[in-house]
């Protein structure tokens, strides 16, 4: 469900805070609720725009992965986490992607950006620097932009 019709600002509003969510760590120093929070602030900005459904489960997911990703034997051999970097991000698109849901070419670019994006998010933009500037800083303004068009 979309609140009425977006305004610019609200666009706005969406995409810093992915930028300021996308930069949150949730690495060896974090506890499990940290890193929960962190799975929440990833859904959190689309309240911009909206609610759906698949926001509530981004943070699920980026959960249970992560925990996976760090059991010893089967799990952390098989769940790598360039895959669950992608997986989240897919994740986040899907929840993109459910605003756009008229617009079949806008819901599969969603998809693409947000696990191309997370998955990517080791690499630094020329000229930008600093770690992680594709998942900081690009992926959010593709995503916001793909709303932008899409609704």
Not at 27 to 43: E, K, L, T
Not at 113 to 124: E, L, M, N, P
Request: net charge neutral.
């Amino acid at each position: 469900m979309i609140w009425q019709d977006p305004q610019w600002w609200q666009y706005i509003i969406l995409c810093v805070g992915w930028m300021v969510a996308f930069s949150l760590g949730y690495g060896d120093g974090r506890n499990w609720w940290q890193r929960f929070f962190v799975g929440c602030c990833y859904a959190i900005p689309l309240l911009a725009i909206g609610i759906n459904p698949w926001m509530a489960v981004i943070p699920v997911i980026f959960i249970v992965l992560f925990y996976l990703s760090n059991r010893p034997g089967v799990f952390a051999d098989t769940v790598v986490w360039k895959i669950v970097e992608y997986v989240i991000g897919t994740s986040i698109g899907i929840a993109v992607a459910y605003f756009v849901k008229d617009h079949e070419w806008f819901m599969i670019t969603a998809m693409a950006v947000g696990g191309i994006g997370f998955a990517a998010g080791g690499t630094d933009i020329p000229g930008i620097g600093g770690q992680k500037s594709i998942r900081r800083f690009l992926t959010p303004i593709l995503l916001t932009g793909i709303l932008i068009l899409g609704i």
